[in-house]
Nanobody
Framework: QWPQVESGGGTVQAGGSLRLSCAGS????????MAWYRQAPGKQRDWIAL?????????DDSVKGRFIISRDTAENTLTLVLQMNNLRPEDTAVYYC??????????WGKGTLVTVSS
């Protein structure tokens, strides 16, 4: 079940960049939307970015203009990417990838920790 591989995350200084990705064997035809969520310490999991089957992207105001969501569907591998730029200490959180199929339950990644130091 997607994703089989998650990568990215780590520690970076404020103003720096990180790239997160989730990849697995699936096809975009089965997927309605894909998204990234994050959960800061002591807080609930919040949606931050979404890309539709048609490629339309939307962002939460907290990341708009700094983060970019994209996907790649080459060779029956579905990859979701979050490029994070100009990171701030308040971006520190565990980041989760999600895929919502047209039918059935959502797919979730296990989460990856991003820490931004001031």
């Amino acid at each position: 079940q997607w994703p089989q591989v998650e990568s990215g995350g780590g520690t970076v200084q404020a103003g720096g960049s990180l790239r997160l990705s989730c990849a697995g064997s699936d096809t975009m035809s089965k997927i309605n939307t894909m998204a990234w969520y994050r959960q800061a310490p002591g807080k609930q999991r919040d949606w931050i970015a979404l890309i539709t089957n048609g490629g339309t992207t939307t962002y939460d105001d907290s990341v708009k203009g700094r983060f970019i969501i994209s996907r790649d569907t080459a060779e029956n591998t579905l990859t979701l990417v979050l490029q994070m730029n100009n990171l701030r200490p308040e971006d520190t959180a565990v980041y989760y990838c999600q895929a919502r199929p047209w039918y059935g339950s959502d797919y979730w990644g296990k989460g990856t920790l991003v820490t931004v130091s001031s």
